[in-house]
Nanobody, 119 residues
């Protein structure tokens, strides 16, 4: 299973960005889909999570501003980010828990996409 993230970039504070992450390869099943971020000098943190059934969970710092969604038919997860703040600046990583033809559940990571929010 390979993950390809896109949609990062430079935006002014108050602006919006939409991240996408598509899973490809021989996929047997995908369960949880998540977005993490890591700012310089900080640990990677969970930003948002969505189950296969659509239940969501958010970090307190992004509640009300970010929305995670998924398209199960396309094996794709999205992160709509509104009202962006400079403290949202980080490399954003998508993470998927699923299995390939081995049917063994694993955690897969995308390559990361840079989000920079300027004042």
């Amino acid at each position: 299973v390979q993950l390809q993230a896109s949609g990062g970039g430079l935006v002014q504070a108050g602006g919006s960005l939409r991240l996408s992450c598509a899973a490809s390869g021989i996929i047997f099943s995908i369960n949880g889909m998540n977005w993490y971020r890591q700012a310089p000098g900080k640990q990677r943190e969970l930003v948002a999570a969505i189950t296969r059934g659509g239940n969501t969970n958010y970090a307190d710092s992004v509640k009300g501003r970010f929305t995670i969604s998924r398209d199960n038919a396309k094996n794709t997860v999205y992160l709509q980010m509104n009202s962006l703040k400079p403290e949202d600046t980080a490399v954003y990583y998508c993470n998927v828990v699923g299995s390939d033809s081995s049917r063994i559940s694993r955690s897969y990571w995308g390559q990361g996409t840079q989000v920079t929010v300027s004042n």
